[in-house]
């Protein structure tokens, strides 16, 4: 233990004090951590004064990044702001014994959000009038009779509806211009995960998690035995054509309620036009759903930040990240050896399936997936959370890196927006490997590496798109080994995305 001599005395007490300000921010964000387990225990105790308050956390989980608008982290620095806290929260926010002591979302019924239920004239439907006590089960209710329902979560919409219901299922997937992608299933709990899949002890360890991921797995085949078991199978169209399910848990109160109150295993998918990021606010959703719900769940406390749900595959080798967002980011990952002095490095990612960086001595602060640039509305979220997360680390970048492919949407803005002098093209399959390097925290003098890189195409240093490529490569540079021979493509991008002409023309 290393000890330090003060030249004034000690404090003789422990105190939390008012924020200071200050011109660096050391501390990182919280990442978005879903309900625990005495929090669960205490939403569904009908003697608990929230019970079924759809808002209960305290400091061990609840809304982090998603409501947070600057720091240091404090509720008149996020969207709580305009709760202001009733006697009883300010006693347990106040007192060092209570596991809400300095929780800053805590909130109840009395001086917390709201939740109702509208339908698409934007009129709040009364429980009442479905036979229900509140709209979370008057929600459930809909659902179970074949409604489609926008849910305003914690970093977004999803839309809900029963997963066991073909003919629900199959109109969702018409009226969100999705006809094949596989849907995520939401269930109330960890045995019910079982009923319809074959996860694995590391799965169910992540899905019980505070990150509460979606984990795509095996589905359980359905014997006949199983089939008296549960009536409620999963409908086909909710992943067509596949032997394997995304699943998730109750990451919230709001959710574990609908799961409690409905029953059956629910469809939870981001709601959003195919493309398009998913909604965060009230008056977009009901402009940019109407048509696709049939009835919107919603609350009014402020998405600041888009979270969509992160998703991982079950794999033989263990668990693989696909989509790294709600509950891992912005939580930094560690630098390998050797990049300790590392200059601050803004990187901006590709064009499809985009996510930033930061980069400092502090670690890779990745930013939660954002979505294809080439979508007008995920490029104006692109911009918006960059200077959101800039502004939150008062983050000025020395260096920014950047795909070499000069339309990239990406590319231009740096180009327009940064002295040249500091950007930095990088090629985009060397991209891939030096990551892969980098999650094995291969150090920065680490031999070369061959690196096989089939994840589509990249602008070339000969300025050819590049495919299918083998690269002997390092973390400073590359040599082209190898490469699959290119091939015609008529008409552009387009062929890219319909693939099956191309085959007909060979």
Request: charged share 20%; with cysteine; proline share 9%.
């Given at each position: 233990?290393?000890?330090?001599?003060?030249?004034?005395?000690?404090?003789?007490?422990?105190?939390?004090?008012?924020?200071?300000?200050?011109?660096?921010?050391?501390?990182?964000?919280?990442?978005?951590?879903?309900?625990?387990?005495?929090?669960?225990e205490e939403t569904l105790d009908p003697t608990s004064r929230r019970y079924r308050y759809p808002f209960t956390n305290c400091t061990h989980c609840g809304p982090r990044l998603t409501i947070i608008r600057a720091l240091p982290y404090d509720r008149p620095k996020t969207s709580m702001e305009t709760f202001p806290l009733c006697k009883a929260c300010e006693k347990e926010y106040s007192d060092p014994a209570d596991r809400r002591?300095?929780?800053?979302?805590?909130?109840?019924?009395?001086?917390?959000?709201?939740?109702?239920l509208c339908d698409d004239s934007q009129s709040e439907v009364a429980p009442s009038s479905?036979?229900?006590?509140d709209a979370i089960q008057a929600a459930a209710s809909l659902m179970k009779q074949g409604k489609i329902v926008a849910i305003k979560g914690l970093g977004g919409f999803h839309?809900?509806?029963?997963?066991?219901?073909?003919?629900?299922?199959?109109?969702?997937?018409?009226?969100?211009?999705?006809?094949?992608?596989?849907?995520?299933?939401?269930v109330g709990n960890t045995e019910k995960v079982f009923t319809y899949c074959q996860p694995s002890t590391e799965s169910i360890n992540s899905l019980e998690s505070a990150a509460s991921p979606v984990i795509i797995m095996p589905s359980q085949p359905?014997?006949?035995?199983?089939?008296?078991?549960?009536q409620s199978k999963i409908a086909p169209s909710v992943a067509p054509n596949l032997t394997e399910l995304g699943v998730m848990l109750p990451s919230t109160p709001l959710h574990l309620l609908l799961c409690h109150d409905a029953d059956i295993p629910l469809v939870m998918t981001s709601a959003n036009l195919s493309g398009n990021p998913q909604c965060t606010d009230n008056e977009d959703a009901f402009s940019d759903l109407r048509g696709i719900a049939d009835f919107w769940l919603i609350h009014d406390r402020d998405i600041v930040s888009r979270a969509d749900d992160s998703v991982l595959r079950q794999t033989q080798r263990g668990l693989q990240?696909?989509?790294?967002?709600?509950?891992?980011?912005?939580?930094?990952?560690?630098?390998?050896?050797?990049?300790?002095?590392?200059?601050?490095?803004l990187a901006l990612g590709g064009e499809v399936k985009n996510a930033f960086c930061l980069l400092s001595e502090h670690g890779a602060i990745l930013s939660q997936y954002i979505g294809d640039l080439e979508?007008?509305?995920?490029?104006?979220?692109?911009?918006?959370?960059?200077?959101?997360?800039?502004?939150?680390?008062?983050?000025?970048?020395?260096?920014?890196?950047v795909d070499c492919h000069p339309e990239y949407l990406a590319t231009k803005y740096t180009k327009a927006t940064f002295d040249n002098a500091s950007v930095i093209n990088i090629q985009h399959h060397h991209a891939h490997i030096a990551a892969c390097m980098g999650d094995n925290l291969l150090p920065l003098e680490h031999d070369k590496v061959l690196?096989?890189?089939?994840?589509?195409?990249g602008f070339g240093e000969d300025g050819t798109i590049w495919g299918g490529e083998f690269l002997l490569a390092d973390y400073r540079g590359f040599q082209r080994v190898g490469h699959l021979s290119p091939v015609p493509l008529p008409g552009g991008t387009q062929a890219i995305i319909q693939l099956g002409e191309i085959w007909l023309l060979g």
């Open positions: 233990m290393d000890a330090v001599s003060l030249s004034t005395p000690p404090p003789n007490s422990f105190d939390i004090v008012e924020s200071d300000e200050s011109a660096q921010i050391n501390a990182g964000i919280p990442v978005d951590a879903a309900v625990c387990s005495q929090c669960i002591f300095h929780a800053q979302p805590v909130a109840c019924f009395e001086c917390g959000p709201t939740l109702k479905l036979g229900a006590i839309l809900a509806c029963d997963a066991t219901n073909d003919d629900v299922v199959s109109e969702l997937r018409s009226r969100k211009q999705r006809p094949s992608k596989p849907f995520a299933v939401m359905v014997t006949a035995s199983r089939k008296e078991v549960s990240v696909i989509r790294r967002a709600r509950g891992f980011a912005p939580s930094p990952s560690p630098l390998p050896k050797g990049f300790e002095q590392s200059p601050n490095v979508s007008v509305k995920v490029w104006e979220d692109f911009q918006r959370t960059l200077n959101h997360f800039q502004s939150l680390y008062r983050f000025e970048p020395e260096r920014v890196a690196g096989v890189v089939f994840d589509g195409l």
